[in-house]
C-alpha cells in the first residue's frame, strides 16, 4: 500500500489488520505518535489525515487514503514553541497527540476561544494534568 | 570528610533505621528570595524533544532483532496452578520461547488475583506472543475468594498485625468533651494510568544484562533484578532517560522485567514485554480502598480533644500498608489520640504507592470530620484549624513549619464565600471549603551527583536519577547554574542510567528535589572551588577574593573580570569534575510539608452533579526553585485528585474479583474539561535546618487535601454531609437526600 506522511510518500506490505499507528511507529519509525491505550480512549495516538485529527491507533492503515500529519510532521509548528513555553509538558507522553490535535485546531479556527479549546482538546487524556499549561498555550500560541 | 551514622530513613511515610554514610555538607544556604537562577521560572531543559516527540520513551526502544512478551495471567482471584504446560505455546508460530511459574520471579503458581502473572512467552511479534499466552495449557484448582476487606478482617485475613498507636487518654477526653461527631469515610481503590504502561526491553551483553525501563528507581531495579537472577549489581545496568508517568506504581522491576530478562537469556536477543493499558488497569498497581469509621471530639470553645479512628486498608494480594492515620496524628495538636489500622488481604490486585499514599485517604476522613465537628459548634472553619494547628509532631520539634502564614494567604480566598454562596439558584448551589494538608517530602542521604566543566565553558551535571516528568532535570540544572554562577543555559543533565553516573534516590515520596538538589549544589561547589583555584593561579591572586559572577571570573576589588568560556579555552580536552553528595538530615527534628486549599464548588441538587470551579491552594514547601515548574506540580496534583474525588473508581464484580473498569473509558480519568481555575501560592521561605537548599518536594503535597476540601465545599453548598469517594451523583443525591431527612436510597 501507498501512504503519503508528511508530504512523503511511502510503500509499505503490513497485513489488512495493521493499525495506522503500528505503521508509522514500526514501519516508518516515526515513534513521536504515541501508543497508550490502544483502543481509541485516550488521544496520545492522535496524527490528522487531510487535516482532521484521527486516532492512529484504531484506523486501519488499509483505510487510509489521505495524507497523513504526525508530529514529525510539526516539529517548527508554532505550537511547539507555546507549548515549551507554557510548561505545557509534563511527563511528554502524551504531548505529540496534544499538539497534533491543537493544530488541527487552530487551522480550523485561528484564535479559538477557552470553550472551543475544551471542545476540541476533550478526547486528549493528559493523567499528568497538564491541561490548564495546554489551554494557556494554544489560547496565546501565536505570541 | 565521610561520617558514618545511624539514622531514620523515611520514603513515602515509612520508616527505617539505617546505617549510613554522609558527606559533610559545609555549604551554607542562599538567601531567602529569587537569586539568579534558582527560585526564577525557567522552561524545561526537555521540554522541547518531549513536545516534539523525539524524546525516547521505554516504548519507543526497538533494538535489533527484539522479540515481544506477553504474559499470562490468573483467570481467577485465587486459585493455584496445579499443572502448566507450555508446548501448545511453543507448537504456534512465531513463538520462540516459554517461561513457566518459578522461572523467573514474579511469576507463580498460586495467584491470589484475577491478573496475576502466572507464565510468559516470547515471539516475534506481539500478537504471536499473545497468541502463545492464551495457548498456555493450565490446570487450575481454584480456592476460596475473599473479596470484602470487612469480611477479611472479620475471619483474621490480614497482612501483619493491626497497628495501633495512643497517646493521652481518649476515652476519658471523649466522654468530658462538650461536643463528639462520629462518622464513617469511605475511600475508593483508584488506578494510576501514567500513559505509559509498564514496560521494560532486556538484552543480554556478554554476561551482563542492559534493561530499558519506564521506572520511578533506576537503581531499585538495578537492585532487585540483581538479586532476583543471582547475579552482581554491576551487571545490571538500567536505563530510564525519559518516563511516560509514573505516580507512584513504578518503584520495583515488575514480573514483565523479570520475564523479559529470563526470556531474552533463553532466546539470546533482547525482548520487550509492555503491558496493555488493560493490564496495566488490573496488575499495575492501585490506590486501596479505605473504611474508616472516626470519632472527634471538641470542647464549646473549638478546642480539639480527642481524635479516634479504626482504619482498614483493604490492600488487595499485595502491597504495603501506608498510614492512613497519619493526617490525625500529626494534623493538630489534641491531647488524645487512638488509631487503629487493620490491613485486610483480599483476592484483588495489589497495592502500589500513588502520590502520598495513605494520606491522601486519611486526610479526606479527618478533614471532613473536623468541618463537621466546627459546624457543629458552630465555628468558622478557619479558625478552627488555626486555634487547633499542632506545634510538634508528637513532641518531635518541626525543621520548619508555616502552616500559620498559609492560612494567612488562605484568608482573601476564604472571604470569597459570602459572594460565591450568594451566586446560588434553586438548582446550582455554590459554596467554599477547605482543608489542610501535612505529609513528609524532607528526601534524605545517600545522592550523589558530579559536575564536568569542559573547555568551552559548558557545565553537564552527571547523576543517575531519572525525571518522571516532575522536572526534576531542569531544577538540578538551575541548581548548578546559581552556584557556578553562570546562565542556565550552559547547564545539561545527564541522567538515568545506573552505569554512567552515581546513585540517586528515587523519584518518589516527594524526595528527587530534597535528596538530589543539595548533591548537584555541592558537586557544582566543587567545581566552582577548582576553578577558583586554577583562576588565583593564573592572576597570582588569592582564591578568597575570587568568585564566579554572570559566566565572568571576577576579584573582590574589580580589577580582574574575565570571561569564564575565555579562561577555561586554556583547558584544552582537559575537564573539570567536581563531585558533591547529599548531606544529612538534621536530627532530633520532624522535616514535613504543609499547605491548605480553599475549593469553590457548584452543586446541581437536581441531577447531583459536582462542579469544582475555583481552587486555591498555597502550600509550605520550603525554598521554590523553579516557580513555573512548582505551579505544575500543584495543577497536575489538584487535577489528579478532582478524578479521585469525582469521577474515579475501579469497580469490581463481587462474585468473581473481576476489574470491570480496564479501559480508559470505563475508568474516568479528569479531562481538560473538568479543570477548575486554579490560583496557587507558595509561602517559599527556605527550611534553615535541611540542607543546603532548604528545599522539600512538592509531587505529593497538593493531592492530599483537595477531596476534603470539595466535601467541605459540598456541605457549605447544600449542607449535605458526603461520607465516599468518590463523589458520584448517586452519592451526591444520596447525601441531599439524607440531609433532607429522608431514608437513603441505597
Given at each position: 500500500?501507498?501512504?503519503?506522511?508528511?508530504?512523503?510518500?511511502?510503500?509499505?506490505e503490513?497485513?489488512?489488520?495493521?493499525?495506522?499507528?503500528?505503521?508509522?511507529?514500526?514501519?516508518?519509525?516515526?515513534?513521536?505518535?504515541?501508543?497508550?491505550?490502544n483502543?481509541?480512549?485516550?488521544?496520545?495516538?492522535?496524527?490528522?489525515?487531510?487535516?482532521?485529527?484521527?486516532?492512529?491507533?484504531?484506523?486501519?492503515?488499509?483505510?487510509?487514503?489521505?495524507?497523513?500529519?504526525?508530529?514529525?510532521?510539526?516539529?517548527?509548528?508554532?505550537?511547539?514553541?507555546?507549548?515549551?513555553?507554557?510548561?505545557?509538558?509534563?511527563?511528554?507522553?502524551?504531548?505529540?497527540?496534544?499538539?497534533?490535535?491543537?493544530?488541527?485546531?487552530?487551522?480550523?479556527?485561528?484564535?479559538?476561544?477557552?470553550?472551543?479549546?475544551?471542545?476540541?482538546?476533550?478526547?486528549?487524556?493528559?493523567?499528568?494534568?497538564?491541561?490548564?499549561?495546554?489551554?494557556?498555550?494554544?489560547?496565546?500560541?501565536?505570541? | 570528610?565521610?561520617?558514618?551514622?545511624?539514622?531514620?530513613?523515611?520514603?513515602?511515610?515509612?520508616?527505617?533505621?539505617?546505617?549510613?554514610?554522609?558527606?559533610?555538607?559545609?555549604?551554607s544556604?542562599?538567601?531567602?528570595?529569587?537569586?539568579?537562577?534558582?527560585?526564577?521560572?525557567?522552561?524545561?531543559?526537555?521540554?522541547?524533544?518531549?513536545?516534539?516527540?523525539?524524546?525516547?520513551?521505554?516504548?519507543?526502544?526497538?533494538?535489533?532483532?527484539?522479540?515481544?512478551?506477553?504474559?499470562?495471567?490468573?483467570?481467577?482471584?485465587?486459585?493455584?496452578?496445579a499443572?502448566?504446560?507450555?508446548?501448545?505455546?511453543?507448537?504456534?508460530?512465531?513463538?520462540?520461547?516459554?517461561?513457566?511459574?518459578?522461572?523467573?520471579?514474579?511469576?507463580?503458581?498460586?495467584?491470589?488475583?484475577?491478573?496475576?502473572?502466572?507464565?510468559?512467552?516470547?515471539?516475534?511479534?506481539?500478537?504471536?506472543?499473545?497468541?502463545?499466552?492464551?495457548?498456555?495449557?493450565?490446570?487450575?484448582?481454584?480456592?476460596?475468594?475473599?473479596?470484602?476487606?470487612?469480611?477479611?478482617?472479620?475471619?483474621?485475613?490480614?497482612?501483619?498485625?493491626?497497628?495501633?498507636?495512643?497517646?493521652?487518654?481518649?476515652?476519658?477526653?471523649?466522654?468530658?468533651?462538650?461536643?463528639?461527631?462520629?462518622?464513617?469515610?469511605?475511600?475508593?481503590?483508584?488506578?494510576?494510568?501514567?500513559?505509559?504502561?509498564?514496560?521494560?526491553?532486556?538484552?543480554?551483553?556478554?554476561?551482563?544484562?542492559?534493561?530499558?525501563?519506564?521506572?520511578?528507581?533506576?537503581?531499585?531495579?538495578?537492585?532487585?533484578?540483581?538479586?532476583?537472577?543471582?547475579?552482581?549489581?554491576?551487571?545490571?545496568r538500567?536505563?530510564?532517560?525519559?518516563?511516560?508517568?509514573?505516580?507512584?506504581?513504578?518503584?520495583?522491576?515488575?514480573e514483565?522485567?523479570?520475564?523479559?530478562?529470563?526470556l531474552?537469556?533463553?532466546?539470546?536477543?533482547?525482548?520487550?514485554?509492555?503491558?496493555?493499558?488493560?493490564?496495566?488497569?488490573?496488575?499495575?498497581?492501585?490506590?486501596?480502598?479505605?473504611?474508616?469509621?472516626?470519632?472527634?471530639?471538641?470542647?464549646?470553645?473549638?478546642?480539639?480533644?480527642?481524635?479516634?479512628?479504626e482504619?482498614?486498608?483493604?490492600?488487595?494480594?499485595?502491597?504495603?500498608?501506608?498510614?492512613?492515620?497519619?493526617?490525625?496524628?500529626?494534623?493538630?495538636?489534641?491531647?488524645?489520640?487512638?488509631t487503629?489500622?487493620?490491613?485486610?488481604k483480599?483476592?484483588?490486585?495489589?497495592?502500589?504507592?500513588?502520590?502520598?499514599?495513605?494520606?491522601?485517604?486519611?486526610?479526606?476522613?479527618?478533614e471532613?470530620?473536623?468541618?463537621?465537628?466546627?459546624?457543629?459548634?458552630?465555628?468558622?472553619?478557619?479558625?478552627?484549624?488555626?486555634?487547633?494547628?499542632?506545634?510538634?509532631?508528637?513532641?518531635?520539634?518541626?525543621?520548619?513549619?508555616?502552616?500559620?502564614?498559609?492560612?494567612?494567604?488562605?484568608?482573601?480566598?476564604w472571604?470569597?464565600?459570602?459572594?460565591?454562596r450568594?451566586?446560588?439558584?434553586?438548582?446550582w448551589?455554590?459554596?467554599?471549603?477547605?482543608?489542610?494538608?501535612?505529609?513528609?517530602?524532607?528526601?534524605?542521604?545517600?545522592?550523589?551527583?558530579?559536575?564536568?566543566?569542559?573547555?568551552?565553558?559548558?557545565?553537564?551535571?552527571?547523576?543517575?536519577?531519572?525525571?518522571?516528568?516532575?522536572?526534576?532535570?531542569?531544577?538540578?540544572?538551575?541548581?548548578?547554574?546559581?552556584?557556578?554562577?553562570?546562565?542556565?543555559?550552559?547547564?545539561?543533565v545527564?541522567?538515568?542510567?545506573?552505569?554512567?553516573?552515581?546513585?540517586?534516590?528515587?523519584?518518589?515520596?516527594?524526595?528527587?528535589?530534597?535528596?538530589?538538589?543539595?548533591?548537584?549544589?555541592?558537586?557544582?561547589?566543587?567545581?566552582?572551588?577548582?576553578?577558583?583555584?586554577?583562576?588565583?593561579?593564573?592572576?597570582?591572586?588569592?582564591?578568597?577574593?575570587?568568585?564566579?559572577?554572570?559566566?565572568?571570573?571576577?576579584?573582590?576589588?574589580?580589577?580582574?573580570?574575565?570571561?569564564?568560556?575565555?579562561?577555561?579555552?586554556?583547558?584544552?580536552?582537559?575537564?573539570?569534575?567536581?563531585?558533591?553528595?547529599?548531606?544529612?538530615?538534621?536530627?532530633?527534628?520532624?522535616?514535613?510539608?504543609?499547605?491548605?486549599?480553599?475549593?469553590?464548588?457548584?452543586?446541581?441538587?437536581?441531577?447531583?452533579?459536582?462542579?469544582?470551579?475555583?481552587?486555591?491552594?498555597?502550600?509550605?514547601?520550603?525554598?521554590?526553585?523553579?516557580?513555573?515548574?512548582?505551579?505544575?506540580?500543584?495543577?497536575?496534583?489538584?487535577?489528579?485528585?478532582?478524578?479521585?474525588?469525582?469521577?474515579?473508581?475501579?469497580?469490581?464484580?463481587?462474585?468473581?474479583?473481576?476489574?470491570?473498569?480496564?479501559?480508559?473509558?470505563?475508568?474516568?480519568?479528569?479531562t481538560i474539561?473538568?479543570?477548575?481555575?486554579?490560583?496557587?501560592?507558595?509561602?517559599?521561605?527556605?527550611?534553615?535546618?535541611?540542607?543546603?537548599?532548604?528545599?522539600?518536594?512538592?509531587?505529593?503535597?497538593?493531592?492530599?487535601?483537595?477531596?476534603?476540601?470539595?466535601?467541605?465545599?459540598?456541605?457549605?453548598?447544600?449542607?449535605?454531609?458526603?461520607?465516599?469517594?468518590?463523589?458520584?451523583?448517586?452519592?451526591?443525591?444520596r447525601?441531599?437526600?439524607?440531609?433532607r431527612?429522608?431514608?437513603?436510597?441505597?
Amino acid at each position: 500500500m501507498k501512504l503519503v506522511v508528511n508530504g512523503e510518500e511511502h510503500v509499505v506490505e503490513v497485513p489488512v489488520e495493521t493499525s495506522l499507528a503500528e505503521v508509522l511507529r514500526d514501519e516508518l519509525g516515526l515513534t513521536g505518535t504515541k501508543v497508550a491505550c490502544n483502543e481509541g480512549h485516550c488521544g496520545a495516538c492522535t496524527v490528522q489525515v487531510d487535516g482532521m485529527p484521527v486516532l492512529s491507533c484504531i484506523t486501519l492503515a488499509h483505510t487510509v487514503s489521505g495524507r497523513v500529519t504526525t508530529i514529525e510532521g510539526l516539529r517548527d509548528h508554532p505550537l511547539v514553541a507555546a507549548f515549551v513555553r507554557a510548561d505545557a509538558v509534563q511527563c511528554g507522553f502524551c504531548t505529540p497527540g496534544q499538539v497534533v490535535s491543537a493544530a488541527a485546531l487552530v487551522a480550523a479556527s485561528p484564535e479559538p476561544t477557552v470553550d472551543e479549546i475544551r471542545h476540541a482538546m476533550a478526547g486528549n487524556i493528559c493523567r499528568c494534568g497538564t491541561y490548564p499549561k495546554i489551554e494557556e498555550a494554544i489560547l496565546h500560541w501565536r505570541d | 570528610m565521610a561520617r558514618l551514622i545511624r539514622t531514620e530513613k523515611e520514603v513515602e511515610g515509612r520508616f527505617e533505621e539505617v546505617w549510613l554514610v554522609v558527606e559533610e555538607d559545609p555549604l551554607s544556604q542562599w538567601p531567602a528570595g529569587p537569586r539568579d537562577v534558582v527560585g526564577r521560572a525557567a522552561t524545561r531543559k526537555d521540554a522541547l524533544e518531549r513536545v516534539r516527540g523525539e524524546a525516547r520513551f521505554t516504548a519507543d526502544i526497538r533494538l535489533p532483532g527484539m522479540l515481544h512478551a506477553a504474559v499470562l495471567r490468573s483467570p481467577y482471584a485465587h486459585a493455584r496452578a496445579a499443572r502448566v504446560d507450555l508446548a501448545p505455546a511453543l507448537a504456534l508460530p512465531g513463538v520462540r520461547a516459554a517461561i513457566g511459574p518459578d522461572d523467573a520471579p514474579g511469576l507463580e503458581t498460586e495467584a491470589g488475583y484475577v491478573g496475576a502473572p502466572v507464565a510468559a512467552v516470547a515471539a516475534e511479534t506481539d500478537a504471536q506472543a499473545r497468541a502463545g499466552a492464551a495457548a498456555i495449557a493450565v490446570e487450575w484448582e481454584q480456592l476460596e475468594i475473599v473479596v470484602d476487606p470487612e469480611e477479611a478482617v472479620e475471619r483474621g485475613l490480614l497482612h501483619g498485625e493491626p497497628e495501633r498507636y495512643e497517646r493521652g487518654d481518649f476515652d476519658d477526653a471523649v466522654a468530658h468533651a462538650d461536643v463528639v461527631v462520629e462518622g464513617t469515610y469511605t475511600t475508593s481503590v483508584v488506578l494510576h494510568n501514567a500513559l505509559e504502561t509498564h514496560q521494560s526491553v532486556c538484552e543480554w551483553v556478554g554476561d551482563r544484562l542492559d534493561v530499558y525501563t519506564s521506572t520511578q528507581y533506576v537503581w531499585g531495579v538495578r537492585e532487585e533484578v540483581a538479586k532476583g537472577l543471582g547475579i552482581a549489581p554491576d551487571k545490571v545496568r538500567v536505563v530510564c532517560e525519559y518516563m511516560g508517568g509514573g505516580f507512584g506504581a513504578k518503584n520495583s522491576a515488575g514480573e514483565f522485567t523479570f520475564a523479559a530478562a529470563v526470556l531474552a537469556r533463553a532466546t539470546g536477543r533482547p525482548v520487550r514485554c509492555a503491558l496493555t493499558r488493560r493490564e496495566e488497569n488490573v496488575a499495575a498497581g492501585n490506590r486501596n480502598g479505605t473504611i474508616q469509621k472516626l470519632t472527634a471530639a471538641a470542647r464549646s470553645d473549638g478546642t480539639i480533644v480527642a481524635l479516634g479512628g479504626e482504619f482498614i486498608n483493604a490492600l488487595g494480594w499485595d502491597g504495603w500498608s501506608a498510614s492512613t492515620e497519619g493526617p490525625m496524628k500529626m494534623l493538630y495538636a489534641c491531647d488524645n489520640v487512638r488509631t487503629v489500622r487493620s490491613t485486610a488481604k483480599i483476592n484483588t490486585p495489589p497495592m502500589k504507592a500513588f502520590r502520598a499514599p495513605g494520606f491522601v485517604e486519611g486526610t479526606f476522613g479527618l478533614e471532613c470530620i473536623v468541618d463537621e465537628l466546627a459546624k457543629k459548634l458552630d465555628l468558622d472553619p478557619l479558625e478552627m484549624r488555626r486555634k487547633n494547628d499542632a506545634t510538634s509532631n508528637d513532641g518531635t520539634p518541626y525543621s520548619s513549619k508555616n502552616l500559620a502564614e498559609c492560612y494567612a494567604r488562605a484568608e482573601k480566598h476564604w472571604e470569597r464565600r459570602h459572594e460565591v454562596r450568594a451566586r446560588s439558584d434553586a438548582r446550582w448551589k455554590r459554596g467554599v471549603g477547605m482543608a489542610s494538608q501535612v505529609w513528609y517530602g524532607g528526601g534524605g542521604p545517600p545522592s550523589y551527583a558530579w559536575t564536568r566543566v569542559g573547555s568551552d565553558g559548558r557545565i553537564v551535571v552527571v547523576t543517575a536519577m531519572q525525571d518522571i516528568g516532575t522536572g526534576t532535570r531542569t531544577a538540578m540544572a538551575q541548581i548548578a547554574a546559581e552556584e557556578l554562577g553562570v546562565p542556565l543555559d550552559r547547564v545539561e543533565v545527564a541522567l538515568g542510567d545506573t552505569a554512567r553516573g552515581p546513585y540517586a534516590t528515587l523519584s518518589a515520596g516527594s524526595s528527587t528535589t530534597p535528596s538530589v538538589g543539595p548533591a548537584v549544589r555541592a558537586a557544582a561547589a566543587d567545581a566552582k572551588r577548582q576553578i577558583v583555584e586554577i583562576a588565583a593561579q593564573r592572576y597570582d591572586l588569592e582564591e578568597r577574593v575570587l568568585d564566579i559572577r554572570d559566566a565572568t571570573i571576577v576579584s573582590a576589588d574589580g580589577n580582574l573580570s574575565v570571561d569564564l568560556t575565555e579562561f577555561l579555552s586554556m583547558l584544552g580536552n582537559a575537564q573539570i569534575l567536581g563531585k558533591g553528595a547529599r548531606g544529612p538530615n538534621p536530627t532530633g527534628m520532624s522535616v514535613l510539608t504543609f499547605g491548605v486549599q480553599v475549593v469553590e464548588v457548584a452543586v446541581d441538587v437536581e441531577t447531583g452533579e459536582v462542579r469544582v470551579e475555583r481552587v486555591a491552594a498555597i502550600h509550605d514547601v520550603g525554598r521554590i526553585i523553579n516557580p513555573l515548574g512548582a505551579e505544575s506540580q500543584v495543577e497536575g496534583g489538584i487535577i489528579q485528585g478532582i478524578g479521585h474525588t469525582l469521577s474515579e473508581q475501579r469497580l469490581l464484580d463481587p462474585e468473581t474479583g473481576r476489574v470491570l473498569t480496564t479501559t480508559l473509558d470505563a475508568y474516568r480519568v479528569p479531562t481538560i474539561a473538568d479543570v477548575p481555575e486554579i490560583v496557587c501560592e507558595f509561602v517559599d521561605e527556605p527550611d534553615a535546618h535541611l540542607t543546603n537548599l532548604g528545599s522539600k518536594g512538592l509531587g505529593e503535597p497538593p493531592i492530599v487535601p483537595i477531596a476534603a476540601a470539595i466535601g467541605n465545599a459540598i456541605r457549605d453548598a447544600t449542607g449535605a454531609d458526603v461520607h465516599g469517594l468518590p463523589i458520584t451523583r448517586e452519592e451526591m443525591l444520596r447525601a441531599l437526600k439524607e440531609r433532607r431527612g429522608a431514608p437513603a436510597a441505597v
